[in-house]
């Protein structure tokens, strides 16, 4: 899938009309940020591209009008488009004498907001830079991004979004498998924009004991609990300023997401034992390996962090979706550590790499990595087959169990998707891009 360039904020309270509306968007190819107030629509607004703003009318506290009239007023050139499960010929006035050009009442069909939002991004077509396509000829005439080594598509798309988003300090939560390079992507997002000589602290949450995260997070004054004998500061206040980098954020305690709530909504910390508290300006970017929104209907992450911290969804792709660039990426592991082992001329035969592109990678770049890394020790100048590992020999599946795998992972999705609404066929049918007669016919399966 290849984003378009457009940048759609969408701004609703209610969590399901949210994500209903990001996945819906997502399919027809869109990037978005994502906000469940008008505070948090409006720092999105003030730091980043927007191209199109569709926006709840009932929220709490500031309500859509609100937010329309300020768009308006500081933003006048990005359309505007209203929701609402609330319609009256009074609010719809309202909303196009604020600058909405457009009104949507709950509930409303896929083709409805598809329509509504292509005849909005037609109105700025013209005028609007084609970003995407220059960023595709500059990505193809190069291989390596801040260290994502790849020339795939779904490499372009990655580094399209970390161009996107590298300049303001909208939340980010990055997804993906284990080994899939989620650190590497918080760095260049890091260092390749404005707050690069701010500092980067990289936090692994997995890392740190349950009853020591909130002090080494938030800090803490001198007598706060036994040991204090200090007053210290903790991560978040290391990385004011800059970027603070929450690896494995799903191993963190209710009790570490609820501060973090706070510190998110209110752009301030304290620390522990102490009432005073320290704004600070700093971009949280936030990584997991497990889904964070099943985590929130069993009820072991926040489902208001899950969405403070998902206004911008990165995903790494693993290796076995993107094995065109394994050539690169050993090309690039054999230089680097043929300098190491003081191998700097080691090569690999054609039959070696045909080998290694057949195998699945469940363990993804960093995998591959420590492969290579074993080749280049184990071999003399040239890495031959009989120097791959035995493992990697003879792990290549049938084309049965190819279809048979291909076959269960659908079926969980469509299962971890009826389960996240309540098992509503027809809201899961929307979700899933299909109509319920098919749906239907699956499950029947």
């Not at 701010?198 to 949450?205: D, E, L």
């Not at 494995?248 to 005073?276: C, D, F, Y």
Request: with cysteine.
């Amino acid at each position: 899938m290849k984003f378009k360039k457009e940048n759609i904020l969408i701004v609703d309270d209610n969590y399901d009309m949210l994500e209903l509306l990001h996945r819906n968007l997502k399919a027809q190819h869109f990037h978005t940020y994502k906000a469940s107030s008008v505070v948090e629509a409006i720092e999105i607004l003030k730091f980043s591209s927007i191209d199109l703003l569709i926006t709840d009318l009932q929220m709490p506290g500031s309500n859509g009008i609100e937010l329309i009239k300020y768009a308006q007023e500081h933003f006048p050139l990005i359309p505007k488009l209203v929701i609402t499960g609330f319609p009256s010929v009074d609010s719809a006035v309202e909303a196009v004498k604020s600058g909405a050009l457009d009104y949507l009442a709950k509930p409303f069909t896929n083709e409805e907001l598809k329509k509504a939002v292509q005849n909005l991004i037609d109105l700025k077509q013209n005028t609007a830079p084609n970003y995407l396509e220059d960023t595709d000829l500059k990505q193809k005439k190069r291989t390596s991004y801040s260290g994502i080594v790849g020339q795939s598509q779904q490499i372009i798309q990655l580094i399209d979004l970390i161009e996107r988003v590298k300049d303001n300090r909208a939340t980010i939560l990055i997804q993906g498998e284990s080994g899939t390079g989620k650190e590497l992507v918080a760095r260049a997002i890091h260092y390749n924009g404005i707050f690069a000589s701010k500092p980067f602290i990289a936090v692994n949450c997995g890392g740190i004991p349950d009853n020591l995260m909130e002090s080494e997070l938030f800090g803490y004054v001198k007598g706060a609990f036994t040991g204090a004998n200090e007053t210290r500061g903790g991560f978040f206040q290391a990385a004011d300023g800059g970027t603070i980098f929450l690896d494995e954020i799903g191993t963190a305690p209710l009790t570490v997401q609820t501060r973090l709530l706070r510190v998110l909504q209110e752009k301030e910390v304290s620390m522990i034992g102490s009432q005073k508290t320290q704004k600070i300006a700093l971009r949280v970017v936030a990584a997991t390996n497990n889904d964070l929104y099943e985590m929130t209907k069993n009820g072991t992450f926040r489902e208001d962090l899950y969405y403070r911290l998902n206004v911008v969804n990165i995903e790494t792709p693993p290796l076995r979706q993107r094995k065109s660039d394994i050539k690169l990426l050993i090309a690039t592991f054999l230089a680097k550590y043929g300098q190491e082992y003081n191998k700097p001329n080691s090569t690999i035969t054609d039959k070696a790499i045909a080998l290694l592109m057949r195998h699945s990678w469940p363990g993804n770049v960093r995998e591959l990595e420590n492969v290579i890394q074993r080749m280049l020790i184990m071999s003399k100048d040239q890495i031959e087959v009989k120097d791959i590992p035995e493992y990697l020999k003879y792990s290549i599946p049938s084309q049965e169990q190819q279809l048979k795998s291909l076959k269960d992972i659908e079926k969980a999705h469509i299962l971890k998707v009826l389960s996240a609404v309540d098992n509503n066929k027809t809201r899961a049918a929307e979700i899933l891009q299909i109509d319920r007669k098919t749906l239907r016919l699956k499950l029947d399966k």
